[in-house]
């Protein structure tokens, strides 16, 4: 267990809707990273908040956003929800904002779009 | 531009022999590199990093990894697979300019009793 949780684990919607994707990180840990996982594109990285504030933007596209909280769980809101948006999206914590920091992920949330 | 590569989908090794699963990258200055590993239906799991220091690098499960500079490579080896270690392996370099990870497409690794 990496102390990071995730929820829900299994989501199923449909196209044109909106859902959030929820993150508590392990305790201590600032940073929140969030990534998409699919057979097609592999792990992709979306963005990073630290202590609150937007750290670092990946590939994340522009119907998506995300935002941490004073408590430091995370949300990413995903809308305008496309078949191709089908795919697991993880969460991961660590203690600084800088990459050499190792990541500790959660389990995981499987958005399946129809 | 900052690259990562996983030159095989897939590394098959029996029960009790040595693996290695190859990475390469290719990143301006010196790199941050690491390796995380995916069991099914699992998030990721941290197993190794190199940023300086020794060039064999020891990480969790009795893996390890050499940082090959003139190769410009980080392979993760074990000595002897266990069945468990069928996961899926990715290696990842940080991207020091956009101050990222930029991860390799993974190896699955499967070791057949």
């Known amino acids: 267990d990496s102390g990071v949780t995730q929820t829900p684990k299994h989501l199923i919607t449909a196209t044109g809707q909106r859902v959030t994707l929820r993150c508590s990180p392990r305790s201590g840990d600032l940073s929140v990273y969030w990534y998409q996982q699919s057979l097609d594109q592999g792990l992709q990285f979306l963005i990073q908040?630290?202590?609150?504030?937007?750290?670092a933007k990946g590939n994340i596209l522009e119907r998506f956003s995300a935002q941490q909280f004073p408590d430091l769980h995370s949300e990413l809101n995903l809308s305008s929800l496309e078949l191709g948006d089908s795919a697991l999206y993880f969460c991961?914590?660590?203690?600084?904002?800088?990459?050499?920091?190792?990541?500790?992920f959660g389990p995981g949330t499987r958005l399946t779009v129809l | 531009a900052q690259s990562v590569a996983q030159p095989e989908d897939q590394v098959n090794v029996a029960e009790g022999n040595p693996l290695t699963v190859k990475c390469t990258y290719s990143v301006s200055g010196n790199p941050y590199l690491f390796w995380y590993v995916q069991y099914p239906n699992r998030g990721l799991q941290f197993l190794l990093k190199y940023i300086t220091g020794d060039n064999l690098v020891k990480g969790s499960y009795g893996f390890e990894a050499e940082f090959n500079k003139s190769q410009t490579s980080f392979h993760l080896k074990k000595p002897s697979a266990l069945v468990s270690d069928s996961a899926l392996y990715f290696c990842a370099v940080r991207d020091p300019q956009l101050d990222q990870l930029i991860w390799g497409a993974g190896t699955k690794l499967i070791i057949k009793p």
């Open positions: 908040y630290y202590n609150g504030e937007e750290r």
């Open positions: 991961a914590s660590s203690v600084g904002e800088r990459w050499g920091d190792q990541q500790f």
